[in-house]
């Protein structure tokens, strides 16, 4: 296999890990980065080898020379920066949040569409080991049908002091977090059909809300409850990991804090270590987000190599990115929200 060259656009807080998980990933490379702060695109550029350095993404790809671009960028620059990539006919990687509107997001995909090109949002909470290991026991059958499952990531991890800006919106939990839990409610139990949700600022020093409860009716028929806080102090801090408990017509499923997956069915319980691995970059408790980051990556390479759709492809995060906009309307007007008219 001939190796895919890549280039790097934005290179702040979270692009290190990308930068560390290319390196990793078999068939593929990062041959060029780009940021307007020269200082950022110095750190990376001398800490990963990267001589080809842009200051301006139309100079990139004015350039070219590489056959893909993982986009790290802030949202507000999403939609430009991916539509530059469907005009040079350059498949696209694109950060989280996807766009700042579910318009923004449609338009994103209909231009790769119509320029036929590969489009994946850098979605890597469904790509975490343990995640995996719950998609992996359902599947098996290990407890028959699902019909309620919850979907918990509670924390008092101070998220700010590496990322300030979070502080600074008008929406933050369910924006920033809510949406990795909600793609995992979607990956585990399938497609959402309508959601209600409420709300709640506890930390009096940020702008945007820190606490959310969702309930979600999925089109099979199961109800789940994703559950979100930056604002809940444990005695022993879960960060950052997701909780699942899933029951089923056949048994139960329970991700646990400490990364093991309890399932009890006729055949009796059996707990599992399903912890992510370490990798040599890597730091807790940080491995489990980071270990995803180069799952996610190798399932960009893999599919592109064998021309299949991506798991997170812009078109499946539309639904995704729909139940967020869903969910902040909710809870605007106390009201369910029927998810599938968004879409329409």
Sequence with gaps: MTELKGALIGCGFFAINQMHAWNDVRGAGIVAICDRDPERLKIVGDQFGIDRRYG???ALFADGGFDFVDIATTVESHRFIVEMAARNKVPAIC????AKTLSDAKAMVEACRNASIPLMVHENFRWQTPIQAVRKALDSNAIGTPFWGRFSFRSAYDVFSG????????????????????DIARYILGDVRSLTARTKRVNPRIKGEDVATILLDHENGATSVVDVSYATKLSKEPFPETLIELDGSEGTIRLTQGYGLEITNAKGTTTTDVSPKLLSWASRPWHNIQESVYAIQQHWVDQL??????STSGADNLKTFALVEAAYDSAARGQTIDVGAMLR
């Design 163 to 182: 990322q300030p800006y979070l502080a600074e919106g008008e929406r933050f939990i369910i924006e920033d977090l809510g949406i990795h839990t909600l």
């Design 95 to 98: 950060q989280k949040p996807f």
């Design 305 to 310: 190599e064998c021309g299949a759709e991506h």
């Design 56 to 58: 301006d993404a139309e």
